[in-house]
């Protein structure tokens, strides 16, 4: 059986990509950090949080990713964790620094110290290409632009990427960048635009809040579903040679645009409920971004399915029932109480 190690399994991309692996029959291992109030509950939601093996990591702790190499002792590696918000990357620069950026070269030296022959799958982003759309006049982005970093974020993204790259054509480690476009889905944490969005419009129907709060309007981003975008990252590792792509839709639109659909679809107009607040707006913030994947759909085989109008429908009706089930007096699948049963969580005292 593969044994994969996943950085971030907590996260969105971390919980679909450790269903995908398992279903494939891989011994998937991941990582978690210590919260004052534990972070499973997407594993749970997916139904694979018993599962799966935990390794406790801080990204900023390098003996920490060393000892969750020794104790899984991966053939492939998927590095997700990440500071993952870009609004916050403004209020924490030199962490996000750290945590996005420095963290992979922490992975990838234990790596190529412990198991040189992993396969690696760094978490890269479309928004290292930052200026770059506006540059391009909104034409789609491919594996060859240039990148014109926005936000510490994706500054310290751009590190991790050449790190990646150097690793790969320095010591000859399979190590790929996976550059994803914006991706989305009911397990997306609640800040990101599309599902503070969905969750609001769902409140609104139930007559549970009566505005939604948002910032630019006018930014463009290219929405795919997380669940078909986890694939690619696999994809990306059973290839002959290790390459870097672009996985997106091909397609744009509008914060504002988003919001008029998900309102449509509760049958209300938006521009009665949505409010411009300047505290969610960022000193700099990418206007337009559509990426090409056309390199993943002819070597990967990988295309996109699930488009614009569809994703707001799965994102706006969970958060409907979600709500609905609230109100009956049913618990939000975060609430819920869990810990790791015991023999899912590997320590450094498995080892002494
Ligand atoms: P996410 O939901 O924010 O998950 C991030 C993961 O990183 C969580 O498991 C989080 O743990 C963990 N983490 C954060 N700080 C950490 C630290 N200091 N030490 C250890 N673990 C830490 O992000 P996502 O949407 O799944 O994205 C996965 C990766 O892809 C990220 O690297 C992101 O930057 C990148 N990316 C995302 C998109 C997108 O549209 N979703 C597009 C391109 C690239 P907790 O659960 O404890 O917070
Ligand atoms: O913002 C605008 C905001 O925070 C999208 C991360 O996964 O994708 C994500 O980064 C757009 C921006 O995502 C609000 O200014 C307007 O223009 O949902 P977001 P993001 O910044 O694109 C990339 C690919 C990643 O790699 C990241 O990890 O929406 N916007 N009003 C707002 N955004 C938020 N969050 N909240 C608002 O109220």
Request: aromatic share 10%; hydrophobic share 40%.
């Given at each position: 059986m593969?044994?994969v190690?996943?950085?971030?399994?907590?996260?969105?991309?971390?919980?679909?990509?450790?269903?995908?692996?398992?279903?494939?029959g891989y011994?998937?291992y991941?990582?978690?950090r210590r919260?004052?109030?534990?972070n499973?509950w997407r594993?749970?939601y997916?139904?694979i949080?018993?599962?799966v093996?935990?390794?406790?990591?801080?990204?900023?702790?390098a003996g920490?990713?060393?000892?969750?190499?020794?104790l899984s002792?991966?053939?492939?590696?998927?590095?997700?964790a990440?500071?993952?918000f870009v609004?916050a990357?403004?209020?924490?620069?030199?962490?996000?620094?750290?945590?996005?950026?420095?963290a992979?070269?922490?992975?990838?030296?234990?790596?190529r110290?412990?198991?040189?022959?992993?396969r690696?799958y760094?978490a890269?982003?479309?928004?290292?290409?930052?200026?770059?759309?506006?540059l391009?006049?909104g034409k789609?982005l491919?594996?060859?632009?240039?990148?014109r970093p926005?936000?510490?974020y994706?500054?310290?993204k751009?590190?991790?990427?050449?790190?990646?790259?150097?690793?790969?054509?320095?010591?000859?480690?399979f190590?790929?960048?996976?550059?994803?476009f914006?991706h989305?889905?009911?397990?997306?944490?609640?800040?990101?635009?599309?599902?503070k969005?969905a969750n609001?419009?769902?409140?609104?129907?139930?007559?549970?809040?009566?505005?939604?709060?948002?910032?630019?309007?006018?930014?463009?981003r290219?929405?795919?579903?997380?669940?078909?975008y986890v694939?690619s990252?696999?994809?990306?590792?059973?290839q002959?040679k290790?390459e870097?792509?672009?996985?997106?839709?091909g397609?744009?639109h509008s914060?504002?645009?988003f919001?008029e659909?998900?309102?449509?679809?509760?049958?209300?107009?938006?521009?009665?409920y949505?409010k411009?607040?300047?505290?969610?707006?960022r000193p700099?913030?990418?206007?337009?971004l559509?990426?090409?994947y056309?390199?993943?759909?002819?070597?990967?085989g990988?295309?996109p399915k699930?488009?614009?109008?569809?994703l707001?429908?799965?994102?706006?009706?969970e958060?409907?029932?979600?709500?609905?089930?609230?109100?009956?007096?049913?618990r939000?699948?975060w609430?819920?109480?869990?810990?790791p049963?015991?023999?899912?969580?590997?320590t450094?005292?498995?080892?002494?």
């Open positions: 593969k044994r190690l996943i950085t971030g399994i907590t996260g969105q991309d971390g919980s679909y990509l450790a269903k995908f692996l398992f279903n494939k011994e998937v991941g990582t978690y919260l004052s109030t534990p499973f594993l749970e997916l139904g949080f018993e599962k093996n935990l390794i406790s990591v801080e990204l900023g702790d920490s990713i060393v000892e969750a190499l020794k002792e991966p053939e492939e590696v998927y590095h997700l990440a500071q993952s609004e990357s403004f209020e924490s620069p030199v962490a996000t620094g750290d945590i996005t950026g420095l992979t070269t922490r992975i990838l030296e234990a790596i110290q412990l198991c040189p022959d992993a690696f760094n890269a982003t479309s928004e290292m290409f930052g200026w770059t759309g506006v391009k006049g789609p491919n594996e060859d632009d240039v990148f926005m936000s510490p994706a500054a310290a751009l590190y991790g990427y050449w790190i990646t790259r150097i690793y790969r054509e320095g010591y000859g480690i190590a790929v960048n996976g550059i994803l914006n989305e889905s009911p397990l997306r944490g609640l800040e990101f635009v599309t599902r969005i609001e419009v769902a409140k609104i129907k139930l007559g549970l809040s009566k505005e939604l709060r948002l910032g630019n309007l006018d930014a463009k290219d929405w795919g579903y997380a669940p078909e694939e990252m696999w994809l990306m590792l059973q002959a290790p870097d792509y672009v996985i997106a839709t397609e744009a914060v504002r645009e919001a659909k998900a309102f449509e679809i509760i049958g209300l107009d938006w521009e009665e949505v411009v607040d300047r505290r969610f707006m700099l913030d990418v206007p337009s559509v990426g090409d056309s390199k993943a759909e002819r070597s990967l990988w295309r699930v488009k614009f109008d569809e707001i429908e799965i994102m706006v009706g958060e409907v029932k979600r709500w609905e089930g609230w109100l009956k007096g049913e939000f699948p609430d819920a109480p869990n810990y049963s015991e023999n899912r969580i590997l450094r005292a498995l080892r002494m």
